[in-house]
């Protein structure tokens, strides 16, 4: 069945600096979407990215589809301590299938 | 603003035990979903309901598993007879129509099998 992977599962950094965390499909996606939980708390959506190789920006955060629409990547620059939550990325093969959640990248920002 | 409510919050029941799972989605969405998330771990899809019927389930949900949408407004998973592996925090989340594909995610039910 589809797999959704997501490295690193941790991620510690200072304050200030810059985070990454990739996520791969087994299979060719029709969307994947971001998600940020706080711990204790629910998934919130941040974005959805449709078109192969579409970037998208909102302030300190950049979203990236991969050419082949099989991986995703999300930036941000110049963590704060508001950052701190887990990032998940969720793809769907059609727009009709069930979305398929990776298993998360913990951020922990050192102030 | 508009937002997916569940309750109770947390529910401590007995292996064996039936229980019922309470959300009301943002009240113009169409779809519904409930999820699941094992103490830290990913979040897992379970069920998604559309026009009064499930469109979708997982593996996860099977036979001891069933949802409602009783009235306009509430949509319930039950679990017929829990097992302690059942204990996880169930996220409901709804949507509007198919362009609007951002899904709206409840505050969660954390459910406790003894």
């Known amino acids: 069945g589809q797999q959704v992977m997501q490295i690193p599962q941790y991620q510690h950094v200072q304050e200030g600096e810059d985070f990454t965390t990739y996520c791969n499909s087994s299979?060719?996606?029709?969307?994947i979407q971001w998600y940020k939980q706080r711990p204790g708390g629910h998934p919130v959506f941040l974005i959805q990215?449709?078109?192969?190789?579409e970037v998208k920006k909102q302030k300190r955060l950049t979203f990236q589809f991969g050419e082949a629409k099989k991986n995703s990547s999300l930036h941000i620059t110049a963590t704060q301590t508001t950052d701190v939550g887990t990032y998940f990325c969720?793809?769907?093969?059609?727009?009709?299938?069930?979305?398929?959640f990776g298993p998360g990248t913990s951020l922990s920002v050192i102030p | 603003e508009p937002e997916v409510t569940q309750t109770p919050s947390h529910q401590v029941t007995q292996m064996g035990q039936e229980v019922i799972l309470r959300c009301v989605p943002i009240?113009?969405?169409?779809?519904f979903y409930w999820y699941r998330q094992i103490l830290g771990q990913k979040v897992e899809f379970l069920v998604s309901?559309?026009?009064?019927?499930?469109?979708?389930k997982s593996e996860i949900f099977d036979d001891q598993f069933s949802v409602e949408r009783p009235d306009g407004s509430n949509f319930t998973l039950k679990i017929r007879s829990t097992k302690l592996e059942d204990s996880a925090m169930y996220f409901c989340?709804?949507?509007?129509?198919?362009?609007?594909?951002?899904?709206?995610f409840g505050p969660g039910t954390r459910l406790t099998v003894l």
């Open positions: 969720a793809g769907r093969r059609t727009s009709y299938d069930k979305v398929i």
């Open positions: 309901f559309y026009n009064n019927e499930i469109s979708e």
């Open positions: 299979t060719t996606l029709s969307n």
């Open positions: 009240s113009n969405h169409l779809y």
């Open positions: 989340a709804s949507k509007g129509g198919q362009v609007y594909n951002e899904q709206f």
């Open positions: 990215l449709v078109k192969s190789g």
